[in-house]
């Protein structure tokens, strides 16, 4: 036997396996990642709120090529016409009478400043009134806090 002694068809079916296998990765990884982006497109429609099981809406997600950032497909579907305008969808007060007291509620209590009732809060009120206006002034606000006073 000789030293230089190799079996060419064993090197050429290794080669031919290991060109299969890379073969059969290569597809596999072009269908991960082709599977990859249309994750990615369907996650960002779901983060711009576009309803992905509207009919009306699955022509725009087929036909949108643009940036797959939230704010430009909303801004897109917007001025396509898909989506109606944050103004617009809005209800009116006449269409919604829930919506139109709780707006009267907001505007009435627009200019008013919520009062803290704590008892830190009224020891410094009792504080002040009394620095201020002296012991019938510390009275009156513990009068108007239901203090009973010897002075009633």
Known sequence: MSDNYTDETLTEDNDQDSLKNLRAAANRAKKLETELNQMKR???FYQAG????DPRMQY???GYDGELEPDAIRSAATEAGFLKAQAETQESPQENPVAAAEQRVMAAS???VAEDNSEAAALAKLESALAEG???AMLD???SYGVPTTTD
Do not use: L, N
Request: charged share 20%; no cysteine.
């Open 60 to 62: 725009f997600i087929k």
């Open 141 to 143: 606000v513990a009068r």
């Open 110 to 112: 627009a200019g008013a």
């Open 134 to 136: 002296g012991v019938e």
């Open 42 to 44: 369907q996650m960002a």
């Open 50 to 53: 576009i309803p992905q099981d």
